[in-house]
Nanobody, 123 residues
Framework: QVQLAESGGGLVQAGGSLRLSCVVS????????MGWFRQAPGKEREFVAA????????TQVDIVKDRFTISRDNAKNTVYLQLNSLMPEDTAVYYC????????????????WGQGTQVTVSS
């Protein structure tokens, strides 16, 4: 049974930082690219960042490029998202997902999803 378990969300003031983690089990972790998406209340789910199986290729959306960093530790079957300089508009549920079709931001091509972790940024 494949499981993706996010953690690390919480309430933080604007300008603060959080580190999200996603522990993956039940699949061959190095066979998958990993991505982070987020969904704010009343909005569509949006892509944030993705990383290749090797960690050597990363793609991110421009709005987070200088503030968020995606990384992975294959020895721990874990993908991370470091969130810095948080803004109230970053408030959302953050989801990790696994894809065997490359490094990209196409949600429909991700095979497995976690339950999400809430990030709330106060002004």
């Amino acid at each position: 049974q494949v499981q993706l378990a996010e953690s690390g969300g919480g309430l933080v003031q604007a300008g603060g930082s959080l580190r999200l983690s996603c522990v993956v089990s039940g699949l061959t972790f190095t066979s998958y690219s990993m991505g982070w998406f987020r969904q704010a209340p009343g909005k569509e789910r949006e892509f944030v960042a993705a990383v290749a199986w090797s960690g050597g290729s990363v793609t991110q959306v421009d709005i987070v490029k200088d503030r968020f960093t995606i990384s992975r530790d294959n020895a721990k079957n874990t993908v991370y998202l470091q969130l810095n300089s948080l803004m109230p508009e970053d408030t959302a549920v953050y989801y990790c997902a696994a894809s065997d079709s490359g490094v990209h931001g196409i949600a429909e091509e991700y095979d497995y999803w976690g339950q999400g972790t809430q990030v709330t940024v106060s002004s």
